[in-house]
């Protein structure tokens, strides 16, 4: 089976993807899958996304990927997202315009997506804004964005297919019985991390420095 390398939210950080790569032995034999968030905050956007094209990676849509196609058609103003916007090539744009809300990776009974999936809802059925926000399930079981309040939603995810997904900096990296949360603050001088399938091998590298302050976003 080809070995598979599914990576955390690199928001710009195109450095330290190049060192994660090298950490990790990924070979052009293997695949390449990012869980969403591959711009803004960080300092190469564009980087990133180039080195996502040449490399064939697969990818899903992140809540920053999709704030960057809303400024490209005008539904946005968010200035740094503007930036990023005017940094990118129109094969950059092609490659995000082209992003999916999930994978499903049958030969690995693995699912992908970048924020969350509700336990109870059909994969085709997840509402698109809780897929690229939510973080949490209230003690009703409803959906939230927020951490505080609830428990994490891949806590109380049922399987049998396990989920790789980003999104929640602030919980750092999860692991729990089928899911696991690969984002652990990297834009936020924290590290940026990586899982190999099908041994569930976990790798990182350090962040170069602070990018940007944590937010809730």
Not at 136 to 158: E, F, N, Q, T
Request: proline fraction near 6%; glycine fraction near 10%; aromatic fraction near 6%.
């Amino acid at each position: 089976m080809t070995r598979t390398l599914f990576i955390g939210d690199v928001h710009g950080c195109n450095d330290e993807l190049g060192d994660l790569l090298e950490a990790a032995g990924w070979t052009s034999e293997d695949r390449l899958v990012l869980v969403g968030d591959l711009v803004a905050k960080g300092p190469d956007s564009a980087g990133v996304v180039q080195r996502a094209v040449e490399l064939g990676a697969l990818a899903v849509l992140g809540n920053h990927d999709a704030h960057l196609l809303e400024v490209r058609a005008g539904l946005s103003k968010k200035s740094h997202h503007a930036q990023v916007a005017r940094s990118l090539t129109d094969a950059q744009w092609k490659y995000l315009d082209h992003l999916p809300l999930w994978l499903d990776l049958p030969e690995l009974n693995t699912l992908v997506v970048h924020a969350g999936l509700v336990p109870t809802v059909e994969l085709s059925r997840q509402p698109r804004h809780l897929l690229l926000n939510m973080r949490s399930l209230d003690a009703s079981g409803h959906a939230s964005m927020r951490v505080d309040g609830g428990v994490p939603w891949a806590s109380r995810w049922p399987g049998p297919r396990h989920v790789v997904f980003g999104h929640d900096a602030l919980r750092g990296l999860q692991q729990h019985p089928f899911a696991t949360g690969l984002d652990t603050g990297c834009v936020y001088g924290k590290r940026l991390t990586g899982l190999w399938l099908p041994t569930y091998e976990l790798v990182s590298v350090p962040a170069r420095r602070v990018w940007q302050q944590p937010d809730s976003g």
